[in-house]
């Protein structure tokens, strides 16, 4: 099977900036590649090199084995592209922008027209179609642009920071839109700095800082790498907690942590899903009963932390300060 | 990609630029509404003084005044599509379009052909206004046409060296001072308005050289009648050597953007 899309040794460089500096990837077919990272990381060069938009100063990259510099009106047919800034024009209307678009990819009128009116009436725009953009609140603006990108039916979808400064509801119904996208089989690119986005939709993770990638995996294997899960359970009574925390003190080289008013405990461990199981077994042999028991495995925010320190912090508050607004 | 692909392409997008005026009648509004102010302050303010050198065959200054009216509109009105393409280029629509299999040259000919069709309504607004103010043609229905369709041709192909200036600077204000900083002296050093023998002897060199005299005369010799001695091939030359120059050089920036 071939990949959806691959670059091999990536490099951008601006006058004084290195944008890209030697990005190899490579994306399966059918699943979502999240490109996780904070502002200026190289995230957005990535999809412009990948949608035709920017030359690359060296390496190479493919879209289903079709080099995106040498044959780009090809790859041209395969793709579609939403940014973070809708692009949509204000004065025409809803529907007209998607219509437009399909036309542009090639379809004539009565196709154009059949996929504009299924988009819209997915997207929830149905009763908006016929009003201009300019009335559009942002979120509608976002899935109106998705819309546009999936007229053309592209076998890759490249959404590049698709939920950025939108509202808690407004991202939702994106992601909403997304998941069904993938369960139809699109292979999709996916940026963002939201690092919860990339662990609900992404099947693999690519963390880039700096125009380098510096970690890559599923987000359990990149919260494995942190080895910081904690197995946490619920004593029955207050009287079980010395001995509970005798059980368990083998597991963990920090100390476990206790908890008066909810009778908790939580057990640092290296290896949670492998802990877990002797855990249960030491607090039978000690013939405590628990009431909930549970493993918890460090968010994503914890290890976009831990890999790219300082730096990451001001993501942090840029992330948060998106959230805001 | 072929000529019928790039056709349909320019043309989905000409009917897009079309929309804008349409949708947003104070934009139409205005391009009509200066040279209109233009013709009335030119014929009422400096009618009385400049009618007397520059005579049209039936003594009105009006007469004179219209057809220069009207290739110093198509000019200015260059300046919009330079303005246009720069916003397009600041705003993510250029983004789709240019990830889209469509045609390259569709983004700035869909542009320049949308003013085109603009400045053709603007013209037929004013000659109705000139109509009002005692203008009238003299040289007949042909005349008449051929006049409108020579001043579109050249504002049309005018309209891309303002396109190439709109894709470089890639920001409308800075589109709309670098087009007026040309556009308003070479409009205002030309025959449009007033009789080259008024001007000084070395102003008179570069005026009676330079393609918007050209233009004004064609345009007299179309509506007037009066004889300018190969006025209209000169603009019929000037326009093709326009388009032959400034569509490569448009579309290769169009393109460079990628860099």
Do not use: C
Not at chain 1, 56 to 84: C, M, N, W, Y
Not at chain 2, 193 to 207: G, N, R, S
């Amino acid at each position: 099977m071939s990949n959806a899309f691959e670059t091999k040794n990536l490099v951008k460089h601006y006058k004084t900036v290195k944008a890209l500096d030697g990005v190899s990837l490579a994306a399966e077919e059918g699943k979502v590649f999240g490109l996780l990272g904070p502002n200026g990381a190289g995230k957005t060069t990535i999809v412009r090199v990948l949608s035709t938009l920017l030359t690359p100063t060296s390496g190479s990259a493919f879209v289903h084995d079709i080099d995106v510099t040498k044959h780009p009106e090809e790859v041209r047919k395969l793709i579609g592209l939403a940014g973070q800034f809708a692009a949509v024009d204000e004065y025409q209307t809803g529907y007209e922008n998607v219509y437009m678009t399909g036309l542009l990819y090639g379809l004539n009128r009565a196709e154009a027209k059949r996929r504009t009116n299924r988009l819209l009436e997915r997207l929830d725009l149905a009763e908006a179609a016929n009003r201009q953009v300019s009335t559009y609140s942002g979120g509608m603006r976002r899935r109106l642009d998705l819309g546009a990108s999936l007229v053309g039916e592209p076998r890759i979808l490249f959404l590049d920071e698709p939920t950025t400064g939108l509202d808690p509801k407004s991202r939702q119904g994106i992601w909403v839109i997304i998941s069904e996208l993938i369960k139809e089989g699109t292979s999709i690119l996916l940026t963002t700095q939201y690092l919860e986005e990339a662990d609900e939709l992404a099947d693999r993770i690519v963390v880039v800082n700096e125009g380098k990638v510096i970690a890559e995996g599923t987000s359990n294997q990149l919260k494995a790498r942190l080895g910081g899960d904690v197995v946490e359970f619920q004593l029955d009574k207050l009287a079980d907690k010395d001995k509970a925390l005798k059980a368990v003190e083998q597991f963990s080289k920090q100390p476990a942590t206790f908890d008066e008013e909810s009778l908790v405990i939580r057990v640092p461990v290296h290896d949670g899903s492998k802990h877990l199981m002797e855990i249960v077994k030491a607090l039978n042999g000690a013939k405590l009963s628990v009431n909930s028991l549970s493993l918890h495995r460090p968010s994503l925010d914890d290890v976009f932390l831990s890999l790219t320190g300082a730096k990451a912090k001001n993501v942090e508050a840029a992330n948060k300060k998106a959230r805001r607004r | 990609m072929s000529i019928a692909h790039e056709l349909r392409d320019t043309w989905i997008i000409t009917k897009r630029n079309l929309k804008r005026y349409v949708r947003l009648p104070r934009l139409m509004f205005f391009s009509s509404v200066q040279p209109i102010m233009f013709l009335l302050l030119f014929n009422y303010v400096f009618g009385g003084a400049l009618g007397s050198t520059a005579h049209a065959p039936g003594g009105k200054y009006i007469d004179y005044l219209l057809p220069g009216i009207l290739v110093q509109m198509v000019m200015f009105g260059g300046v919009q599509t330079g303005i246009g393409l720069a916003e397009d280029m600041s705003k993510g629509i250029v983004d789709r379009f240019r990830s889209l299999p469509m045609s390259r040259l569709a983004v700035i000919a869909g542009r320049t052909l949308s003013d085109a069709i603009r400045n053709i309504s603007v013209i037929l607004i004013m000659v109705a206004v000139g109509y009002m103010i005692g203008f009238r043609f003299h040289n007949g229905f042909f005349g008449a046409v051929g006049m409108v369709a020579l001043a579109t041709l050249f504002g049309f192909a005018f309209s891309w060296i303002f396109a190439y200036i709109g894709i470089s600077v890639k920001d409308s204000e800075t589109a709309q001072l670098a087009s007026f900083v040309f556009i308003f002296p070479l409009t205002f050093a030309s025959a449009a308005f007033v009789a080259v023998q008024t001007m000084p002897t070395w102003l008179q060199a570069f005026v009676r050289n330079q393609p918007i005299t050209f233009l004004a005369n064609a345009a007299r010799q179309l509506s007037l009648g009066i004889n300018e001695s190969g006025a209209v091939w000169k603009i019929l030359i000037w326009s093709l050597a326009i388009l032959i120059v400034f569509i490569p050089l448009s579309l290769r920036q169009y393109k460079r953007q990628a860099e």
